[in-house]
């Protein structure tokens, strides 16, 4: 069973920048395509950005396009989402997920992590 660990949320300012970190727990962990998703108060759960593992293909959503960028190293087992230029609307809860599919970046999630609290204040 794949587990996931994040960490990096907190608060920030507008306009400010943090990074997330995922760790998978499981030694297969590097063949899985990872991904962040993020769900705010009364929204539905939307993917924010994945990866595939291989050929590293990336997938964004067109609102953070440009200011969000999703990398991973893969002998550490761990993605990063390089949060910049951060607006109120990012506010949320961010989990990380992982795909079997390894060449998916569009990922669905078949494992999740716990969720961290991005706040970014205006």
């Known amino acids: 069973q794949v587990q996931l660990v994040e960490s990096g949320g907190g608060l920030v300012q507008a306009g400010g920048s943090l990074r997330l970190s995922c760790a998978a727990s499981?030694?297969?962990?590097?063949?899985?395509?990872m991904g962040w998703f993020r769900q705010a108060p009364g929204k539905e759960r939307e993917l924010v950005a994945g990866?595939?593992?291989?050929?590293?293909?990336?997938y964004y959503l067109n609102s953070v396009k440009g200011r969000f960028t999703i990398s991973r190293l893969n002998f550490k087992n761990t993605a990063y989402l390089q949060m910049s230029s951060l607006k109120p609307e990012d506010t949320a809860v961010y989990y990380c997920?992982?795909?079997?599919?390894?060449?998916?970046?569009?990922?669905?999630?078949?494992?999740w992590g716990q969720g961290t609290q991005v706040t970014v204040s205006s």
């Open positions: 997920a992982a795909d079997r599919v390894s060449s998916r970046a569009q990922i669905i999630g078949d494992y």
């Open positions: 990866i595939s593992w291989g050929s590293g293909t990336t």
């Open positions: 499981e030694r297969s962990a590097s063949s899985l395509s």
